[in-house]
């Protein structure tokens, strides 16, 4: 499948409904005006692929609605050659839009299904992270760290320790917080054993899965 002139003004459709959510990071819109969306999704729902909405992919998860990307890119305030931990990379759509604002992307992927079809997948449309894990995003990635950003895509009962460990002095943890709806949550790190928090509204999330034990 191909990206088309049409897709693009799909996209461009789909920047204007985020610009009216109250998306104004015009840096975020314009990653996401790059990302064949559509190439991540199975066939079935390809034409539904600029509607603002989640959809399944493999593994009983979803591909996540693009709001909600766009909401979690932009508290991310991501900089060019900003090191960030992605929790869940999914279908990859997330990874895809966060390699498209200039950042050096470590994701970790839990479901072996997905892991392996997008470890394959997203080189083929010329998005390569830096490392992409099949592992438990509990632990984070401590041979990496610290982190400027960690993006968890999943809802997690609590807010892992080792997350916010594995973040810079200055960096921040976007994680949605909860079990059947999540509190999107921002914590800052402002200094060795300091964090701010702020919550910042209700979304729907797949479940993270239960640590490793």
Known sequence: MKDTHKHQGLRNQLLTILSE????????????????????????????????????????????????????????????????????????????????????????????ELYKKTHLFLPKIGYVPKKMIFGDGYKGLPEQAPFDGILVTAGAPFVPKPLLAQLKIGGSLVIPLGETVQTMTLFSRTGVKDFEKQSLGSFRFVPMLKEKS
């Open 21 to 112: 959510k109250g998306i104004s990071d015009q840096k975020v819109l314009a990653a996401m005006g790059r990302v064949p969306r559509h190439l991540f999704m199975d066939s079935g729902f390809v034409d539904f692929a600029y509607q603002d909405k989640a959809f399944p992919i493999a593994a009983g998860q979803t591909i996540s609605q693009p709001y909600t990307v766009a909401f979690q890119s932009e508290l991310l305030r991501v900089q060019k050659n900003d090191k960030i931990l992605e929790i869940g990379t999914g279908s990859g759509y997330q990874t895809a839009v966060l390699l498209e604002l200039g950042a050096k992307v470590y994701t970790i992927e839990r479901q072996q």
